[in-house]
């Protein structure tokens, strides 16, 4: 019989393209994706027969149906309305621990998380993901935990930057040789669909870290963006000192120390930096950093 998997909150990244991959999944199986506004179900999916958009929002704990699923896919999602990370994170994962429990039929949780998860301290924002981890190790019968690298969509921002006149692109990621993992969607949602799907067959929690075909500074993001655009663009780089100013601008300021917690700890010297080498529990996808955005490019 075809699974059935639940997804929240479905708005998410991650959430988003792993339902596309499983609506596609040969197994056909049936997807509940939970959104706070289910309108913002993408028209594709209202149309699937084997998907349904459900409101539920884990903040609140409301909506959290989880009955009738084999699987669940929890992304925990970031809060920038000023309530501390932790004390959100924490409410999140229990309400989501608690609609499990209450859903005798689940026996698979994926959990998405991040790099540096581990640790309980020196991760700045990413605590978001500690703590996911830690109450939800052993909410399920099989517990799979994925830390990602840096999606290339937060490159975004860079072919806007290339578009402009005179075109530059400003990047937090310094030295400009330093090379961080990073990872498209396309091949995030083919492997958490897979573990929906399949499981990885072994012991549980099972914990693995999820990277591109190879690690990227910012001068390759600058060659990907010169080739996905065909302009040749100015790097700006955004060193230390000026972070706070470049941030200050995007990031709430109750969020900004946190926020910045979380590119020192990638940055030389971080917490993280030891994550970025493979090791046994290294999955790498395929898909190149200038095809990723080539595809946003073309979007
Ligand atoms: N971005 C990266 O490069 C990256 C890399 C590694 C790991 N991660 C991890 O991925 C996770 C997602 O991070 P992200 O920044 O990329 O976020 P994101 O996928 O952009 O998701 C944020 C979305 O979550 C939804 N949401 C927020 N609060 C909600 C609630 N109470 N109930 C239901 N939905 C809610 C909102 O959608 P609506 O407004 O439509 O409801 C919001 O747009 C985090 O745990 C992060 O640490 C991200």
Known sequence: MALRIAVVPA???AGRETIRQLLEAESKPFVRGIYRDPSKAPSDFAQNPNFEAVKGDVGAGA???FSSADAVFYIPPPTYDGTDQG????RCAENVKRAIRDAASVKRLLLFSALGAQHDHGIGLLRLNHISETILRDAAQEVIMV???FFYDEFAHALEEARADPPAFHS?????D???PMVSLKDIAKACANNLLVGPGKPSPHVFKLFGPRNYSALDVKEAVEQATGRKVELKAVERDQLEGFFGQQIPQAHLSEFLGMV???LPGGIIVDDF???ESTMRGNTELVDGLRELAAK
């Open 178 to 180: 330093h090379k961080i």
């Open 87 to 90: 004390e959100w994170a924490t």
């Open 277 to 279: 080498e493979d090791d």
């Open 172 to 176: 937090w990621i310094t030295p400009v």
């Open 11 to 13: 708005s998410t990244k």
């Open 264 to 266: 020192a700890a990638t």
């Open 147 to 149: 830390r990602p690298g």
């Open 63 to 65: 909506g959290l149906d």
